[in-house]
Antibody, heavy 117, light 112 residues
Framework: EVQLVESGGGLVQPGRSLKLSCAASGFTFSNYYMAWVRQAPKKGLEWVATISTSGSRTYYPDSVKGRFTISRDNAKSSLYLQMNSLKSEDTATYYC??????????WGQGVMVTVSS | DIVMTQGALPNPVPSGESASITCQSSKSLLHSNGKTYLNWYLQRPGQSPQLLIYWMSTRASGVSDRFSGSGSGTDFTLKISSVEAEDVGVYYCQQFLEYPLTFGSGTKLEIK
């Protein structure tokens, strides 16, 4: 059974950093691109980052480019999101998701990040 | 960026009736390989999104055949035949043709 379990969320002050983790199991992690998608409270879904199987290629929207860094450790079947210079508008539930071809076929349960002083 | 625009539903929808959700993209999602890179997801209350339809019309594994996707390069429809209580939630379309990946704003389905 595919499982994606996020962790590392919490309350953080504006301008500070936070690192999210996603532990994957039930599939060969190194064979799949992975992504982070977020959802602000009562809002829709926003794609945040994508990483290739080896980690050599990463993609971000302009809203987080230069502040967020996606990475992975295939030996540990883990995905990460390093978030720097956090802003109040980064407050959201962050989901880890698996890419299959050209869609996101499995999603984690999400982890909440609140940016507030 | 490709903008995804979703229509609203005339909520609540009576149980057993059909419901159609529309989605329009600002650019054709038809890839040169013949696939249309439009996906549909359902987010039930309090849950994570789940994949319903990919490549515009292919049902994901385990998804009821009451769900069907159709469309052209820029105009898409998700049809739910005979809605049930478990169909309640917010439906999102998403384009996967190019970065940045973008979602529609979501369409809420309520059942009467």
């Amino acid at each position: 059974e595919v499982q994606l379990v996020e962790s590392g969320g919490g309350l953080v002050q504006p301008g500070r950093s936070l690192k999210l983790s996603c532990a994957a199991s039930g599939f060969t992690f190194s064979n799949y691109y992975m992504a982070w998608v977020r959802q602000a409270p009562k809002k829709g879904l926003e794609w945040v980052a994508t990483i290739s199987t080896s980690g050599s290629r990463t993609y971000y929207p302009d809203s987080v480019k230069g502040r967020f860094t996606i990475s992975r450790d295939n030996a540990k079947s883990s995905l990460y999101l390093q978030m720097n210079s956090l802003k109040s508008e980064d407050t959201a539930t962050y989901y880890c998701a698996r890419y299959y071809s050209s869609f996101l076929d499995y999603w984690g349960q999400g982890v909440m990040v609140t940016v507030s002083s | 960026d490709i903008v995804m625009t979703q229509g609203a539903l005339p909520n609540p929808v009576p149980s057993g009736e059909s419901a159609s959700i529309t989605c329009q993209s600002s650019k054709s999602l038809l890839h040169s390989n013949g696939k249309t890179y439009l996906n549909w997801y359902l987010q039930r209350p309090g849950q994570s999104p789940q994949l319903l339809i990919y490549w515009m019309s292919t049902r994901a594994s385990g998804v009821s055949d009451r769900f069907s996707g159709s469309g052209s390069g820029t105009d898409f429809t998700l049809k739910i035949s005979s809605v049930e209580a478990e169909d309640v939630g917010v439906y999102y379309c998403q384009q996967f043709l190019e970065y940045p990946l973008t979602f529609g704003s979501g369409t809420k389905l309520e059942i009467k």
